[in-house]
Structures are given as structure tokens and as C-alpha cells.
């Protein structure tokens, strides 16, 4: 059985192989195209879940900060913590507009986010609401204790001088215990708004009573019965006693809207955490998938560039051993058959390709030398037989016809075998030959047409031979370029990766120096925080002590008011004694003296403690200022010291990330570089086979046939 690559011509065969060849280079080209491709995906992936971690960072230190500034707000209710409240509030609304925006890609994770979102402004909304209801009521209690206030300023003012002078002492008395009673009454609610201790609420609800009882017992007076004065002061004491009821209402709601934040901050904090690992995870998985791309990719650039290798060694033996071998064999065969050797076997007459062509081409010049060395061989046995016959009839007469003819037909065919021998195979003998010697002369003029027409053929091949190794070494040549480019980009890519890793190396740890200052700070800060702490505290107890020295000098002072009543009371019942009494008006008179100056010494105390209050005050607003510029520095630094772990992070992973880049593009210049040598070989070997085409073709050159093909142009083309 024939094998079937005999079939195919010398060009079909050349184009086959380095075809596939090329086939094989584009394949690994697309698959790596296609890996980068997969990589770029994963590094973008990546990024986004960086990206993602990082919000959700930053989204707990500005909750974080939020819970500071409403509990520095529920602890000292002032302007500048409110606002402090609204700028931490916008910030975590801003915080969650930005999640929710970035989740705006998947419906489901965005509506989880928007009703996340909706959670936590609801329950802020909640606690906000109802600290502002306690900044109301304590402000509504605070007028109310003003107007109290003034009004039983006015009544120990004017009513207690007409219970005196009228000699209602125990009035007079009821007086200053009710002005006691309304001023402990908004000592202790602002305890409780600070504290929410019921006791407070409870005592300054018991004395707001005890002030009632009292104005209460103003009415049964007949002289002061429906006085202006005595009427306002009760009304003014019931507005205070309902603004404490309001009071501890907002109070109450604030506590339990406080309760509730508690727990959403433990959801939100879960909320939170889940979102971070989750991310964590993810970006766990994808540098893992993009390790398995980029290990594939070099397994397969390995793999593809082994198989490309072998089999273009493998083209190249075959082409050279199913071309260049026979051109060879053939070439011996002709040179034997040119000098006479017509015993010489002719190779590759069963091949159906240029080199059989040539080979048939040869056979049948071969055949033809034969036959006319048969011929040869019969006529001589013939003109030997006529002779025999003629010998004694014409013997000289024959002789000499036979002499002519064989002279005629000796030089016709010697000029003809000369003409083949000089390579012209264009001479036909135009003259016809006697007897025998005339199939002698078609049989030569047949074997010439046919050498010279297998000639033709063999230029032919030799030129198509010599024009597709000609194609090869320009293709060849033309990859080798390409090749060389690849491999000059693939060194370029590789040098900028490196330089890429080493930046982000020096960004990681400039990020960890970053990192660790910022933690010193916090620490320096935190230090700071509690200093502050302490004073306040210290400002805290120097203010309840101006405030249980206030009381004392109070109860000094109604003492003085007192003793100044019963000296008075004493006097008058000394007058009343006459004569026996004087000596005890002197006594009295002595003690309402004492009385009166105990009473300004108390005033003056009571303003040297007002104005060292009023310093305190003072004090405790700076200091409490001063903590929360600390407070606000503390938030800020464990935001930066957040940001920067977070960027030390990410900035190690990339240097790995890059680094395996970098060796799979390393891997990718080695295959490159082996692709050129290969490719160079496959140079070579075209080259080789141009040099045989080239030899063939001058050989070939020798020879002239009909409507003849210049062989040197062939020879020019090679």
C-alpha cells in the first residue's frame, strides 16, 4: 500500500508543516492573550474588594465617632457638642450613601444595604429626637425655676418685711424655707438629668411640695391672703413642678432610646464586621483564583512551547529527509546514467510528487538508451545475415549499400547522440532512414520529445522548489523579527514589573512606619484623654463642694435670719419687762448685732463663692472643651492609623501579587527566547534546501529542450 504522503507536492508539504507549525504559536498566543485577560479580571476584582474592606473601615470609625459625640452630647448638652453631633451624623450618612452606591450593581446586596442604611438613621434619629425633648424640658424647667425663683426672691423681699413688721415670725420662717425648698428642688433636677437617679427627681418633687405647703399657709395669713405676689410665686411653683414631670418624661424616653441604639450599635457592629470578613474573604479567594490563572498559564506556555518545539524539529527532519534525500539520490542516478551506466536503477519512480516527475522523466530516457543499444545490437545481426547471403552474389554491391547505409545511419545518430551528450535535446532526425533504420529514427526522435519534455518538467519543479524555499526563509525570517520583538517587550514588561514591585514594597513599608507613628500618637492622645478626664472630675467635686458650701452658708444665713428674729422677739419682751428687763435688751441687742454680722459675713462668703463658681464653671466648660478636641484628635488619629494599616495591607499584597506576575512573565521571555533559537534552526534548513534547489537547477541547466524554460532565471529566483 502506498503511503499517502506521496500524494503531496514538495510546496503542499512545506506549507502543511510550518502551517501547523505557526498554528501551534498562535494557539499559545491566544491561550496566554486569554490568561492575561483572566488575571486582569482578578486584579480588578480584587481592587474592588480592597475597596469595599476599606469603606467598611471607615464606616466604623465615623459610627464610632458618632457614639462619642452623642455621648458627650447626652453628658453636657451644649452647642458645640451638637454640632459636633450633626458633623458625625453627615459623615455616616455620607459613609452609607457611598456602600449603597457601590452595591448599586447587585439588586439584592443593595436593598439589604439601603435598609441597613434605613436602620441606623431611624434609631439615631430616635436618640437625637429625644435629647433634643430633654433640652426642651430642661430648658422649660430652667424658666420655670428662674420665675419660682424670682418670684420667692420677691416675696422674702416684700412679704417677709410686712410678716415682720406685722410679727408673723413663723411666716417669716416659711419664707425662707421655701426659697430653700425651690432652689434644692433645680439643684436636684439637674442631678437627675445628668445622673437619671430617681432619688433626685423624687426629693425635688418632695421639696417642690414643701414650698407649696408653705404658700399654701400664705393664703390663711389675712393679710396676705390673695396678695399678688403670694399667687404668682404658687403659680410659678406648679409651671416647675409640671416642667419636672416633663423632665423626667424626656428623660425617661431618652434612656430608652438610648437602650435601643445600645442594640443597634451591637447589630450594626456585627453588621459591619460580617461585611469586612465577607470582603476579606473574597479577596482571598480571587488572589488564590488569579494564582491558579497565572500558574495554568505558565504550565501551559511550558507545555505548548515543548510540543511546538519537538514538532517543528519534527517537520523540519521529515521535509528534509523526503526532499533533500531523494534530490540527492537522484542527482548520483543522472550523473551514473550520463556516463553510460544504463544499468543504474532509477529512485523515486513511484512517488507522485516534482521528484517523481524528474524520476519517470529519467526512466524513459533510460528506456530509450536501452532500446537503441538494442537497436544497435539487431542491425548489426542483420547487415551480418545479408552479407551471409549476398556474399556470393553482391557481395561487393551489398557491401557497399550496407557501408552507406550504416555511414548514413552512424552519422545521423552520432550527431544526434552528440547533440544529447552536449545537453541539446531540441536535434530530431528530419531524414527518413532505409528499411529498419526508419523505426530507429522515430524511436529517437520519440525518446528526445520524451527527455525533453521530462526536463521541462524537472526545470519546472526545480524553479517551484527554489520559489517555496525562497517563501519559507522569508516567512522564517519574518517570525525570527517578531519573535525578537516579543522577546524585547516581554525584557521591557518584566524590568517595569520589577520596578512596580519595588515601589509598592517601599509603599508598604513607609505605610508600616506611618502606621506605627500614628499608634504612638493615639497612645500620647489617650494619655492625654484621661488627664483631662481627672480634671474634669476634680473640676466636678470642687463644683458639688462650692455647692454643699452654698447650702451651709444658706442655713447660715436663715440661722442668722433667726437668731436676728428671736434677738428682736427677745428685745421686745425685755422692753415689755420695764426696768428688771434691761439688762437682757442688752443681750439681745448684742445678738441681733452678732446675728447681723454673721448674716453679712454669710453674704460675703456667698460672693466669694459665687465668683470662685462662676471660675469653675469656667474651669469645667475649658477643660470639658479641651477633652473634646481630644476626643475629636483621638477619633481622627485611630481613623488615619485605620487608613494606614489598611494601605500597608494592600500594598503587601500587591508586592506579592506582582511578583508572581513577574515571574510568569519571566517564564514567558525564557519560552520566547527558546522560540527564536527554533526558529533560526527552521532559517537554516530553508536556506539548506534553496542550496540543493540551486545545485538542481544548474545541473538542469544543461540540458536545451522545447519551448524552453530558462533555468538560470530559476537559478536567479533561488
Known amino acids: 500500500m502506498k503511503s499517502p504522503r506521496l500524494n503531496f507536492g514538495i510546496g503542499t508539504?512545506?506549507?502543511?508543516?510550518?502551517?501547523?507549525?505557526?498554528?501551534?504559536?498562535?494557539?499559545?498566543?491566544?491561550?496566554?492573550?486569554?490568561?492575561?485577560?483572566?488575571?486582569?479580571?482578578?486584579?480588578?476584582?480584587?481592587?474592588?474588594?480592597?475597596?469595599n474592606a476599606s469603606e467598611a473601615d471607615e464606616l466604623a470609625s465615623r459610627l464610632l465617632g458618632l457614639r462619642l459625640a452623642?455621648?458627650?452630647?447626652?453628658?453636657?448638652?451644649?452647642?458645640?457638642?451638637?454640632?459636633?453631633?450633626?458633623?458625625?451624623?453627615?459623615?455616616?450618612?455620607?459613609?452609607?450613601?457611598?456602600?449603597?452606591?457601590?452595591?448599586?450593581?447587585?439588586?439584592?446586596?443593595?436593598?439589604?444595604?439601603?435598609?441597613?442604611?434605613?436602620?441606623?438613621?431611624?434609631?439615631?434619629?430616635?436618640t437625637l429626637k429625644g435629647?433634643?425633648?430633654?433640652?426642651?424640658?430642661?430648658?422649660?424647667?430652667?424658666?420655670?425655676?428662674?420665675?419660682?425663683?424670682?418670684?420667692?426672691?420677691?416675696?422674702?423681699?416684700?412679704?417677709?418685711?410686712?410678716?415682720?413688721?406685722?410679727?408673723?415670725?413663723?411666716?417669716?420662717?416659711?419664707?425662707?424655707?421655701?426659697?430653700?425648698?425651690?432652689?434644692?428642688?433645680?439643684?436636684?433636677?439637674?442631678?437627675?438629668?445628668?445622673?437619671?437617679?430617681?432619688?433626685d427627681i423624687f426629693e425635688a418633687q418632695v421639696a417642690l411640695?414643701?414650698?407649696?405647703?408653705?404658700?399654701?399657709?400664705?393664703?390663711?395669713?389675712?393679710?396676705?391672703?390673695?396678695?399678688?405676689?403670694?399667687?404668682?410665686?404658687?403659680?410659678?411653683?406648679?409651671?416647675?413642678?409640671?416642667?419636672?414631670?416633663?423632665?423626667?418624661?424626656?428623660?425617661?424616653?431618652?434612656?430608652?432610646a438610648l437602650v435601643q441604639q445600645r442594640e443597634l450599635d451591637a447589630a450594626v457592629d456585627a453588621r459591619i464586621a460580617a461585611m469586612r470578613a465577607d470582603e476579606l474573604a473574597r479577596m482571598e479567594d480571587t488572589k488564590r483564583a488569579a494564582g491558579e490563572v497565572a500558574d495554568d498559564a505558565r504550565r501551559t506556555a511550558m507545555i505548548v512551547a515543548g510540543a511546538a518545539l519537538l514538532f517543528g524539529a519534527a517537520v523540519a527532519f521529515l521535509?528534509?529527509?523526503?526532499?533533500?534525500?531523494?534530490?540527492?539520490?537522484?542527482?548520483?542516478?543522472?550523473?551514473?546514467?550520463?556516463?553510460?551506466?544504463?544499468?543504474?536503477?532509477?529512485?523515486?519512480?513511484?512517488?507522485?510528487?516534482?521528484?517523481g516527475g524528474m524520476a519517470g522523466a529519467m526512466q524513459v530516457f533510460r528506456t530509450a538508451a536501452i532500446e537503441r543499444r538494442d537497436l544497435a545490437a539487431r542491425l548489426e545481426e542483420e547487415r551480418l545475415a545479408d552479407e551471409a547471403e549476398r556474399r556470393r552474389a553482391e557481395a561487393e554491391a551489398a557491401a557497399r549499400a550496407i557501408a552507406e547505409e550504416r555511414a548514413f545511419v552512424a552519422a545521423k545518430l552520432g550527431a544526434g547522440l552528440k547533440a544529447l551528450a552536449d545537453g541539446d535535446l531540441t536535434l530530431r532526425l528530419e531524414e527518413a532512414m532505409p528499411g529498419e533504420y526508419e523505426r530507429l529514427r522515430a524511436d529517437f526522435n520519440d525518446a528526445m520529445a520524451s527527455l525533453s519534455d521530462a526536463m521541462a518538467g524537472v526545470a519546472a519543479g526545480a524553479g517551484g522548489i527554489a520559489g517555496g524555499s525562497t517563501e519559507i526563509g522569508q516567512a522564517s525570517h519574518d517570525l525570527s523579527r517578531r519573535t525578537e520583538a516579543q522577546a524585547a517587550t516581554l525584557e521591557e514588561t518584566a524590568?517595569?514589573?520589577?520596578?512596580v514591585t519595588q515601589a509598592i514594597r517601599v509603599t508598604s513599608q513607609s505605610a508600616a512606619a506611618a502606621h506605627d507613628a500614628a499608634a504612638a500618637a493615639k497612645r500620647d492622645v489617650d494619655a492625654s484623654g484621661l488627664v483631662v478626664g481627672k480634671a474634669i472630675?476634680?473640676?466636678?467635686?470642687?463644683?458639688?463642694?462650692?455647692?454643699?458650701?452654698?447650702?451651709?452658708?444658706?442655713?447660715?444665713?436663715?440661722?442668722?435670719?433667726?437668731?436676728?428674729?428671736?434677738?428682736?422677739?427677745?428685745?421686745?419682751?425685755?422692753?415689755?419687762?420695764?426696768?428688771?428687763?434691761?439688762?437682757?435688751?442688752?443681750?439681745?441687742?448684742?445678738?441681733?448685732?452678732?446675728?447681723?454680722?454673721?448674716?453679712e459675713a454669710a453674704k460675703e462668703i456667698k460672693g466669694l463663692i459665687a465668683t470662685a463658681s462662676r471660675g469653675v464653671d469656667s474651669g469645667v466648660t475649658l477643660?470639658?472643651?479641651?477633652?473634646?478636641?481630644?476626643?475629636?484628635?483621638?477619633?481622627k488619629v485611630v481613623q488615619v492609623d485605620a487608613m494606614v494599616a489598611g494601605i500597608a495591607e494592600s500594598a503587601r499584597e500587591q508586592a506579592g501579587g506582582l511578583a508572581g506576575l513577574n515571574d510568569a512573565v519571566g517564564s514567558m521571555d525564557k519560552v520566547t527566547q527558546q522560540n527564536a533559537a527554533m526558529v533560526e534552526e527552521t532559517t537554516a534548513a530553508s536556506r539548506a534546501l534553496m542550496e540543493e534547489a540551486r545545485h538542481l537547477t544548474e545541473m538542469i541547466g544543461r540540458f536545451r529542450v522545447v519551448d524552453e524554460v530558462e533555468p538560470a532565471a530559476y537559478a536567479r529566483a533561488a
Request: overall charge neutral.
Open 13 to 51: 508539504r512545506l506549507f502543511l508543516g510550518f502551517g501547523a507549525l505557526l498554528l501551534v504559536l498562535v494557539a499559545m498566543a491566544a491561550h496566554s492573550t486569554g490568561r492575561f485577560a483572566v488575571l486582569k479580571d482578578s486584579f480588578a476584582g480584587f481592587g474592588e474588594r480592597a475597596a
Open 70 to 126: 452623642v455621648s458627650q452630647l447626652v453628658a453636657v448638652g451644649s452647642d458645640a457638642n451638637r454640632r459636633g453631633v450633626d458633623e458625625a451624623y453627615g459623615r455616616v450618612k455620607a459613609s452609607l450613601d457611598g456602600v449603597v452606591a457601590n452595591a448599586s450593581g447587585d439588586p439584592a446586596r443593595e436593598a439589604a444595604w439601603k435598609a441597613f442604611r434605613d436602620q441606623i438613621v431611624g434609631g439615631y434619629d430616635r
Open 131 to 199: 435629647d433634643a425633648g430633654i433640652e426642651a424640658a430642661q430648658a422649660a424647667a430652667d424658666k420655670a425655676g428662674a420665675l419660682a425663683g424670682s418670684a420667692v426672691a420677691k416675696v422674702v423681699e416684700t412679704v417677709g418685711a410686712m410678716i415682720r413688721r406685722n410679727g408673723e415670725f413663723d411666716d417669716a420662717y416659711a419664707v425662707s424655707v421655701i426659697q430653700d425648698r425651690v432652689l434644692s428642688a433645680r439643684m436636684l433636677l439637674r442631678s437627675f438629668i445628668a445622673e437619671g437617679s430617681e432619688d
Open 623 to 635: 477643660v470639658a472643651e479641651a477633652g473634646e478636641a481630644l476626643s475629636r484628635i483621638a477619633a
Open 495 to 499: 524590568a517595569a514589573l520589577s520596578a
Open 537 to 599: 472630675e476634680a473640676m466636678g467635686d470642687i463644683e458639688r463642694s462650692s455647692a454643699e458650701i452654698r447650702k451651709i452658708i444658706s442655713v447660715i444665713d436663715e440661722i442668722a435670719f433667726q437668731t436676728n428674729l428671736l434677738a428682736l422677739n427677745a428685745g421686745v419682751e425685755a422692753a415689755r419687762a420695764g426696768e428688771s428687763g434691761r439688762g437682757f435688751a442688752v443681750v439681745a441687742q448684742e445678738v441681733r448685732g452678732l446675728a447681723q454680722r454673721s448674716a
Open 319 to 355: 521535509i528534509g529527509r523526503g526532499i533533500v534525500g531523494p534530490v540527492r539520490a537522484m542527482t548520483q542516478a543522472m550523473r551514473r546514467l550520463s556516463d553510460g551506466d544504463l544499468a543504474v536503477e532509477v529512485p523515486g519512480t513511484k512517488r507522485r510528487d516534482e521528484i
Open 209 to 256: 411640695r414643701d414650698a407649696e405647703r408653705k404658700f399654701d399657709q400664705f393664703r390663711r395669713v389675712e393679710t396676705l391672703a390673695g396678695h399678688p405676689l403670694v399667687n404668682d410665686g404658687r403659680k410659678n411653683l406648679t409651671a416647675l413642678f409640671t416642667s419636672i414631670k416633663s423632665t423626667r418624661a424626656a428623660v425617661e424616653r431618652r434612656t430608652a
